[in-house]
């Protein structure tokens, strides 16, 4: 079952069903008016909506033509956003960037920060910022939407919460990350508004590409519409998104609609840009450039400027975006 969320006006958006090849859709108004109230009643709404899924791919159901460019993010605002930190490689090559502490690098529990939900974007938003200089980067990740966890919740209660899976692009302004750190309070500044694909999936419909708690696809990255990267978010991973729930929780319960990002997608490699049409590469800015001032001794690759566009989207075994994409511009505020 795919779900996305077009805009109608309103801050919550109105929640549609889509068929899995992307190309139509259904309100599903009927069933729930937005993505947080079927999360709200899950039990109760999923079966509905899923019925109303496969009315919709046997042509029941005309439905209308989807349009990713109508949408918001899935959850436009959200309760709660988690971000893990799921890939060992991407901490190793970043913790030398000025800021970091080697301290922080860990293997026995995932790193996490809390940014902030009230203004989640859409797919095509532009990605806005104050000023040109504040070394601005992509971070594509994939990230799931669960239901309620409890506090110190088992593995299986964590697994059976996730809900939908998507992917996401957790903007940074690596200039600010500094003070940020610094400051000792976390993430603030340096993590403005993270954009969504138009489109979540519940697991199910993924079939093989979604197991062991991760998602087994490669996430291509194009910045200008120049090849950055294409990881795949299922190798490397070290941990899933149940062990970044079940660290969520650990001193707190998680309400329905949390969304949680599992962290920068990172395969480890001795490529550096550009790659070949079969490469590897980066899921963000700051490896790309931590591997140059290794090879090269100097970065070679320039953070985004206003006026690019970057493009990011988990592609299936058809060679289709799964979840659609992202493509966002960059401008000066």
């Known amino acids: 079952m795919y779900l996305a969320t077009l805009h109608n006006g309103r801050p919550d958006g109105h929640l ?12 599903a108004g009927r069933i729930a008016p937005s993505l947080q109230s079927a999360l709200d009643d ?15 791919e046997a042509r029941d159901i005309a439905g209308q033509k989807f349009v990713p460019a109508d949408t918001l993010a899935p959850l436009p605002r959200a309760y709660q956003w988690i971000d893990g930190s799921g890939y060992l490689s991407h901490l190793e090559r970043v913790r030398s960037l000025k800021g970091s502490k080697d301290e922080e690098l860990q293997s026995v529990r995932p790193l996490l920060y809390q940014g902030g939900s009230d203004s989640l974007l859409a797919p095509t938003a532009p990605i806005m910022i104050p000023e040109a200089d504040l070394a601005l980067d992509f971070e594509a990740e994939v990230a799931v939407i669960i239901g309620p966890v409890p506090m110190r919740p088992t593995r299986e209660q964590a697994a059976a919460a996730i809900r939908l899976v998507t992917v996401c692009n957790d903007v940074s302004l690596r200039r600010l990350v ?23 999936a519940t697991p199910d419909t993924l079939g093989d590409a979604w197991r062991d708690n991760r998602l087994h696809l490669p996430v291509r990255i194009t910045v200008n519409d120049a090849l950055y990267g294409q990881p795949n978010a299922g190798t490397d991973m070290h941990f899933d998104f149940v062990d970044i729930i079940v660290e969520a929780a650990r001193t707190r319960p998680l309400g329905a609609g949390t969304i949680i990002g599992g962290g920068t997608i990172s395969n480890r490699h001795d490529e550096s840009l550009p790659i070949k049409r079969d490469g590897t590469g980066f899921a963000c800015i700051a490896e790309a450039r931590t591997v140059e001032k290794i090879k090269y001794g100097r970065a070679r690759t320039a953070f985004l400027q206003p006026g690019d566009t970057v493009r990011i989207a988990a592609i299936g075994q058809n060679g289709q975006p799964v979840f659609g994409e992202i493509a966002q511009t960059v401008r000066l505020l």
């Open 16 to 27: 549609v069903v889509v068929s899995t090849d992307l190309s139509r859709c259904v309100s």
């Open 178 to 200: 500094v003070d940020d750190l610094q400051n000792g309070f976390g993430f603030f500044h340096a993590k403005p508004s993270t954009a969504f694909a138009p489109v979540v």
């Open 42 to 56: 899950w039990s109760t709404h999923a079966p509905q909506l899923a019925a109303l899924s496969r009315q919709l």
